[in-house]
Structure formats: structure tokens, C-alpha cells
């Protein structure tokens, strides 16, 4: 449906609407990507309208390191479901159709026009888009890659947690450091200043984002290397508990074998209480939504 003039709060909408799961559970980032790589444009004054192949070429080493493991080819950018949600406009030569060759595309006027004038909204809206369909670790990296790195302003979060989901969320990060014992659970290092913890994280293993609990079960302590790794799906954890690598990563180690990742099959450090390791349901979801084979 053509919109002659979007307000804040209708886009702010159509934003929030967008699926983060496809219609069998699968993780679907292709409509954020999209969106991300339109919000540059803005940004960077490229035409509103490109072509659809060239959004497809930038898009592909994004999908490459931050989408789901794909066997095979990827499918096509969703650009025809991004306009049924009025955020795309198609324009095809002559053709009503978003896979001709030629198609070109890109926000409608009214969309871009609204970003176009107001830099707070298109960070509101980046961070929003990250925070729906990537975790933590892996956010800065993205924009980075998309060369909007200055967009990272987690400061312009428009749905800030209320003080009692902050604290829930510092108590658990606390729960889950001192079940590791501030030490990372594959290389197992821990490294204190005066005393205090630096450099380790919580991580999810089933994306809070994608509907993952807050409970030890789901949860690891790793260091901020192996935090990124994990959660672009460099290495994975079987149900015993050992690390499975994946063949896409490739590491220049030059403190010695296994310095910067252990060796596949190496167990990774728990806690001893076996309530407090991850559980197989989590891992499951790691292997089949993150790692790559
Ligand atoms: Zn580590």
C-alpha cells in the first residue's frame, strides 16, 4: 500500500513487525539486512533507488558472517516482503516484478525522507534492528563491516530497560561469571585488575533474542575473542560438552598450537554442579541456527 507520509510511530511499527524467525523457526535476518543496507544509503546519500543484484552482492559477505549456515545457495533477499511490510519500493523496467534482472529498489520516498531528516530516528532504528535479530556481541562488528560503524550509539536505544530488567540481568551475568569463575569456558583464561574481573562475558547459547532463557542452562562465561567466535558460529559445543570447530575458521596462531583454539574435541571448562552446564536443547539450537559446518 502506497504511504503518502509515515509518522515516527508507524515506522517505529513496521520496524518492530518485521519476523525474526521464518515460518519453520529458522532464524531470518534477510529483511534487517536489507533494511541496514537502505539505512546506509541514507546515510550516505546514494540514490534511494539501486539495483537489486547490487544489494544482493553487498549483502552476501554480511549473510556470509552474521547470517545463519546455509548448505547450498542463499535465497533471494526477501524485497518483495519488505514491501508488503511499506518499507521497499520495487521499480522494474516495464515489469511489475522484484526478481527481474533489472529491478531496482529501495525505501519509498516517504521512508527515506523521514530517515533523511531526522539522524536520531536512523540510529534509533539500527540499534533496534540489531538488538531484534543479532546478539550482543556480534553488533558493533556488523556495522563495521557495513561501514556505518558510527551509528553505533547504544545510547539510542528507544525501548531502554526499566531499571528491574537491568538488574536482572547484572545479577545473572554475576550468577553466571562466578559458576565459571570469571574464566572463559574454552580457553579457560581469567584475568583480574586489582582484583576485578575484565574481559569475560556472559553468552547466550540460544540468542536471548531468539527467545533463549536466562538460565545457566543456556548460558556460558567467554572471553571476548571466544565470545565473537561463538557467536558468529566459528565453533560450537556438543551435547558432551567438547568443542566441535568449524571448518570456515582459520587461525594465525603465534603463541603455539592450540594457543588462541584448542584442538576440536577438547572438553571446554563447566561448572561442576551438572545443573549448572549447558543443556543439550540450547546447544541444539547453536548448532543448527549459528555454527558453520
Ligand atoms: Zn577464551
Not at 570447530?245 to 584442538?263: C, F
Request: charged letters at 20%; proline letters at 7%; aromatic letters at 6%.
Amino acid at each position: 500500500m502506497p504511504i503518502s507520509a509515515m509518522t515516527q510511530d508507524a515506522f517505529r511499527e513496521r520496524i518492530a513487525g518485521l519476523e525474526v524467525h521464518s515460518g519453520d523457526g529458522h532464524r531470518a535476518p534477510g529483511k534487517a539486512l536489507l533494511v541496514l543496507l537502505a539505512v546506509r544509503g541514507v546515510l550516505h546519500g546514494s540514490p534511494r533507488l539501486r539495483a537489486h543484484s547490487h544489494l544482493e552482492e553487498e549483502a552476501q559477505p554480511l549473510l556470509e558472517v552474521f547470517g545463519p549456515p546455509m548448505s547450498g545457495s542463499r535465497p533471494d533477499l526477501p524485497f518483495q516482503r519488505l514491501a508488503d511490510s511499506g518499507l521497499w519500493e520495487t521499480e522494474a523496467l516495464g515489469i511489475a516484478s522484484t526478481s527481474t534482472p533489472n529491478a531496482t529498489g529501495g525505501f519509498p520516498q516517504s521512508v527515506y525522507d523521514l530517515l533523511a531528516n531526522d539522524y536520531y530516528l536512523m540510529k534509533e532504528t539500527v540499534l533496534h534492528l540489531l538488538d531484534l535479530h543479532f546478539t550482543k556481541s556480534v553488533q558493533p562488528d556488523l556495522l563495521e563491516m557495513l561501514g556505518v560503524s558510527e551509528l553505533w550509539d547504544p545510547s539510542s536505544r528507544s525501548a531502554q530497560a526499566s531499571p528491574q530488567q537491568r538488574a536482572v540481568v547484572a545479577g545473572f551475568r554475576a550468577t553466571v561469571l562466578n559458576a565459571y569463575r570469571n574464566r572463559c569456558a574454552v580457553c579457560g583464561n581469567g584475568v583480574w585488575v586489582d582484583g576485578t574481573p575484565l574481559g569475560i562475558q556472559l553468552t547466550h547459547i540460544h540468542w536471548h533474542s531468539h527467545g533463549g532463557e536466562f538460565s545457566l542452562s543456556n548460558a556460558l562465561a567467554l572471553c571476548t575473542l571466544h565470545q565473537k567466535l561463538f557467536d558468529v558460529g566459528g565453533f560450537t559445543i556438543s551435547d558432551d560438552l567438547r568443542l566441535v570447530i568449524s571448518s570456515r575458521l582459520r587461525v594465525e596462531d603465534s603463541g603455539g598450537n592450540g594457543w588462541i583454539m584448542p584442538i576440536p574435541g577438547s572438553p571446554i571448562h563447566v561448572p561442576e554442579n551438572p545443573d549448572h552446564r549447558p543443556h543439550p536443547d540450547n546447544l541444539v539450537w547453536h548448532r543448527r541456527e549459528v555454527f558453520r559446518k
